[in-house]
C-alpha cells in the first residue's frame, strides 16, 4: 500500500465517522486500523513529503477531537488485547487519562492559592462595598464598588465557572500560553488582583479624608443632607476619623439632635487625637461640655471642661486668637457649671478670667451677672445686667434669653425708688 493511498484510506474512515452523530463499532474500527496502516508504512521506511507529513498532521488532530466518541463506542481495554497495539500507536489508548506532566501534577496548588486568593477578594470588595454605601452610594462608592466587583468576577472567577473557564481559554489562546501553564497564569492572576484590591482597601483612611473635606464644603454651603451624607462615610472608611466625628457632632447640634452631636464629641475624643488638630480637640472638650450643661447635668460637663482647659498653650493662647476664643468659652462654660451648683465664688472667679481673655464678648458678663445675684450684690449684678446687653450676641440663643432677661433686671431696678 503507497503512502497515499494509505493516507486517503485513513482521511475516508475518519470523515465517516466524524459525520454521525452516533458511530457504529465497525466506523471507529475503520478509522483505527487505517491509522495502523499508516504507521506501518512509517516503519517500512516509507519517505513522507512535506505535504503528507502536514496531511497527517491534520488528520491525527481531528482524530484527536473523536477520542471520545471512540472511548464511547469500543471497550479499547479488550481491544488492546486482541490487536495488541505499541505503545506509541496513541489511537488505541484514547480512554486512558493523559499522563500528567511537572507542570500538571501541581495543578491542585495553584487551583488552591487561586480559590484562596478568590475569598480573600470577594471579602475585601464585600468590606469595602458596605463602607462605601454608607450614607449612600454617590457615584464615587459606586464607581468604586463597580470597579473592584468586575475586576474580581473577570480576574477571580476565571478558573471557577463555565462561563469563566471559557473566558480564560479565550484569552489564554489568543495570548499564546501554553495550556500546560493556564492554571499558574490564573493563580498569577488572582495573586495580582488581590493586591490591587488590598491596595485600594488599605487606601480607605485617606479616601475617608477626602469625604470628610467634600463634608465640610457642604456643611458651610447649608447643605445638610449632603454633608451628612459625606461625614457618615468617611467614618465608615475610618472609623477612628476623630475629626470627622467632630464635625458630624456640629451638624447634629445645627440639626438639634443634641444626644447624637453629644455622642460625636465622646467619639471624636475617644478617637484618634495625634490627627485631631489641637484647636479641633480644644473645641470638641467645649462643646460636648456645653451640651452637657444644656441637659443641666452639671457634673458631667465639668471633667471635659476642665480637661479642655488643662489642654491650652498659654503661650499660644496669647497670639492665636482661635485658640484664645476656645479658651474663654471653656472658662465661661466652666464657670456656667459652678453656677448651676450654687458654687458662686468659684463661678466669679472663672467669668472674670473669661471676661478679661475676651472683653467684648457678652456671654460670661451675663452669666457673672447671675452669679452677683446668688450672691445678693444686686448693685454689681445691675453692672454686669447692662455690660450682657451691650456684648451679648442675640443671634445667639443662650444669649438672646439672657439679654432678654438683662433687660427686664434692668428696667425693674429702675422702678425701685
Not at 507529513?53 to 479499547?76: C, P, S, Y
Not at 475569598?119 to 473592584?148: E, H, M, R, W, Y
Amino acid at each position: 500500500m503507497t503512502i497515499e493511498h494509505s493516507l486517503n484510506c485513513y482521511e475516508h474512515y475518519l470523515l465517516a465517522l466524524e459525520t454521525v452523530n452516533s458511530p457504529q463499532r465497525d466506523q471507529v474500527l475503520n478509522v483505527l486500523v487505517s491509522r495502523d496502516a499508516v504507521q506501518r508504512t512509517l516503519i517500512d521506511g516509507a519517505k513522507f513529503s512535506g505535504v503528507q507529513w502536514v496531511k497527517l498532521k491534520k488528520l491525527d488532530d481531528r482524530l484527536k477531537q473523536q477520542k471520545d466518541a471512540i472511548a464511547k463506542t469500543l471497550d479499547l481495554e479488550q481491544w488492546r488485547e486482541t490487536v495488541k497495539p505499541s505503545e506509541s500507536a496513541w489511537w488505541w489508548f484514547c480512554d486512558l487519562p493523559k499522563p500528567l506532566g511537572c507542570w500538571e501534577r501541581f495543578d491542585w496548588v495553584w487551583n488552591g492559592v487561586n480559590l484562596i486568593c478568590l475569598t480573600i477578594s470577594v471579602s475585601l470588595v464585600l468590606d469595602t462595598s458596605s463602607k462605601l454605601l454608607t450614607g449612600g452610594p454617590g457615584f464615587v462608592g459606586a464607581s468604586a464598588i463597580a470597579f473592584q466587583s468586575i475586576l474580581t468576577l473577570v480576574a477571580g472567577g476565571g478558573g471557577l465557572t463555565q462561563t469563566g473557564q471559557k473566558t480564560r481559554e479565550y484569552v489564554f489562546t489568543r495570548l499564546n500560553i501554553d495550556k500546560r501553564y493556564w492554571e499558574e497564569w490564573s493563580a498569577g492572576v488572582s495573586v495580582a488582583l488581590l493586591g490591587v484590591l488590598f491596595a485600594i482597601h488599605s487606601s480607605l483612611p485617606k479616601v475617608a479624608v477626602r469625604f470628610n473635606d467634600w463634608g465640610v464644603e457642604h456643611y458651610q454651603a447649608r447643605e445638610f443632607d449632603s454633608a451628612l451624607s459625606n461625614y457618615e462615610k468617611a467614618i465608615a472608611l475610618r472609623p477612628d476619623y476623630a475629626e470627622a466625628h467632630y464635625y458630624l457632632g456640629l451638624l447634629y447640634e445645627d440639626l438639634q439632635q443634641y444626644d447624637k452631636a453629644r455622642a460625636e464629641y465622646q467619639l471624636a475624643l475617644q478617637s484618634d487625637l495625634d490627627a485631631l488638630e489641637a484647636l479641633t480637640r480644644l473645641k470638641a472638650h467645649n462643646n460636648l461640655g456645653r451640651l452637657y450643661i444644656l441637659k443641666k447635668d452639671y457634673t458631667a460637663a465639668i471633667p471635659s471642661l476642665v480637661t479642655g482647659l488643662n489642654l491650652v498653650d498659654e503661650e499660644q493662647a496669647k497670639t492665636d486668637e482661635a485658640i484664645k476664643s476656645t479658651q474663654y468659652a471653656l472658662k465661661k462654660n466652666l464657670g456656667w457649671t459652678q453656677l448651676g451648683q450654687k458654687n458662686y465664688i468659684e463661678a466669679e472667679s472663672l467669668l472674670t478670667e473669661a471676661i478679661a481673655l475676651a472683653p467684648e464678648r457678652g456671654a460670661a458678663y451675663c452669666l457673672l451677672a447671675q452669679v452677683l445675684e446668688g450672691k445678693k450684690q444686686q448693685t454689681e449684678a445691675q453692672t454686669q445686667w447692662q455690660n450682657c446687653v451691650i456684648y451679648a450676641d442675640e443671634l445667639q440663643p443662650d444669649e438672646y434669653q439672657w439679654i432678654a432677661l438683662a433687660r427686664e433686671k434692668i428696667a425693674t431696678q429702675g422702678k425701685q425708688p
